[in-house]
């Protein structure tokens, strides 16, 4: 029986899932993006999230705590830099996770998994358009605004 045993082991003893992880976290913060099987990212996302949170506080003993997990002097540089910068005002999900199908040599249901800030795609720039067509609405509602308080300042100063 399994019961409240939640740990995703993916059929790999605790040093190999450590190790696998760590490699998958450090290939995560610094290329912002990875493709791997839908089960490793999944595992990744709880393994990764707490270190980008540990991140965004810039003290020694936060980067010895990270290096612990990644042990890659490069990518707790890049984390702690660029990841803790664009990061800095987000509460948590930090990442996301798009299936992509089944690969063609095994099958395997395959994810991309990518830090949400660095995607430009669904990020700011999908906003920005959104709020330029709401511009041009507002400002066509306030030409109309503008035409009636013109028309009520006529009837206004012709009752006078």
């Known amino acids: 029986m399994r019961h409240g045993d939640k740990i995703k082991n993916l059929g790999r003893k605790k040093a190999h899932r450590d190790a696998l992880l760590s490699n998958l976290a450090c290939q995560l913060i610094q290329h912002k993006r990875i493709v791997t099987t839908t089960a490793k990212a999944k595992a990744l996302r709880v393994y990764v999230e707490p270190i980008i949170t540990k991140g965004k506080?810039?003290?020694?003993?936060?980067?010895?705590?990270?290096?612990?997990?990644?042990?890659?002097?490069e990518a707790v540089k890049e984390l702690f830099s660029t990841v803790a910068e664009k990061v800095g005002g987000r509460p948590g999900g930090y990442t996301r996770i798009i299936k992509?199908?089944?690969?063609?040599?095994?099958?395997?249901?395959?994810?991309?998994?990518?830090?949400?800030?660095?995607?430009?795609?669904y990020g700011k720039g999908k906003g920005e358009a959104k709020a330029a067509t709401k511009k041009t609405r507002r400002s066509g509602g306030a030409k109309k605004k503008g035409e009636t308080t013109e028309a009520t300042a006529e009837e206004a100063k012709a009752g006078e």
């Not at 506080?57 to 612990?68: D, K, L, M, P, Y």
């Not at 992509?100 to 795609?121: H, K, Q, S, W, Y």
């Open 57 to 73: 506080e810039n003290t020694t003993h936060q980067r010895r705590v990270v290096f612990s997990y990644l042990q890659d002097k």
């Open 100 to 121: 992509l199908g089944f690969r063609p040599g095994d099958n395997a249901d395959t994810a991309m998994i990518e830090l949400v800030d660095f995607n430009e795609i």
